[in-house]
């Protein structure tokens, strides 16, 4: 899901978007990892539909009630072992923290590496902002965590997530976002989340198109 908020994130023009180097600390991740980086239209393409909603978070947040700035659950937390990092993203995934943008930031690494099929960016707090950005123009959402299991090795410690994201977006034609999807969280020795990477099960291509399709709105009975 870090991709998808990526892929239809709502930022400002005056933002800055620390990219991931392609020849620098390159994710080498299992099937949870991306298999190849998206072509140069489809970045186009995310960059237009970033502009799109950026548009259109404008002309809604000047007529919405002010919500809290901080979405996250920066609470206090103490992970000793890989478990209690578990628990901790299976509560998170229990509240359904990409449709309430609230999540457990204390667990990941503030420089933590996000990425998917189509973008890569680093730093937590950015994709805070990019989750409370995202929130509004969901509808009827849901967020379904269907396994979750651990490997530890003394060369790497991972969880792995797989799960189901269904929503509408609050866009006039009203697409469908339907992804299932898997998230590999890689731990440093201190059981922080320094890596966060996801795969889907359908290409960048196809999750963009889903942003494009129309949809029929529901009728009224």
């Known amino acids: 899901m870090a ?17 991931v180097g392609h020849t620098h600390h390159r994710p080498r ?3 949870g990892s991306p298999e190849k980086k998206a072509p140069a239209v489809l970045k186009w393409a995310v ?8 548009l259109f978070s404008v002309a809604s947040s000047s007529s919405s009630t002010p919500t809290n700035k ?15 990092v578990m628990g901790i993203l299976r509560s998170d995934y229990g509240t359904a923290y990409f449709v309430t943008g609230i999540f457990t930031s204390a667990i990941y690494s503030d420089n933590c590496i996000f990425e998917d ?3 890569s ?12 950005l995202l929130v509004p123009f969901l509808e009827d959402a849901s967020i379904e965590l269907q396994h979750m299991e651990k490997s530890e090795s003394s060369q790497r410690i991972y969880i792995l997530a797989t799960w189901k994201l269904r929503t509408y977006l609050k866009l006039p034609w009203r697409p469908l976002i339907s992804i299932n999807g898997k998230t590999v969280y890689d731990l440093d020795r201190d059981f922080k989340i320094v890596r966060h990477v996801e795969s889907w099960n359908v290409s960048a291509l196809e999750a963009i198109g889903q942003i494009f399709t129309v949809n029929s709105f529901p009728s009224s009975s």
């Not at 960059?47 to 950026?54: A, S």
């Not at 680093?122 to 409370?132: A, I, M, P, S, V």
């Open 3 to 19: 991709g998808v908020a990526c892929q239809i994130s709502i930022t400002s023009s005056s933002s800055t978007l620390r990219r």
């Open 29 to 31: 991740c299992f099937s």
């Open 47 to 54: 960059g237009g539909v970033t502009e799109l909603l950026r």
């Open 70 to 84: 901080d979405g996250s659950n920066s609470e206090i937390v103490v992970t000793r072992d890989v478990n209690d």
């Open 117 to 119: 099929p189509t973008i």
């Open 121 to 132: 960016f680093q730093g937590t707090e950015l994709y805070e902002r990019n989750l409370r």
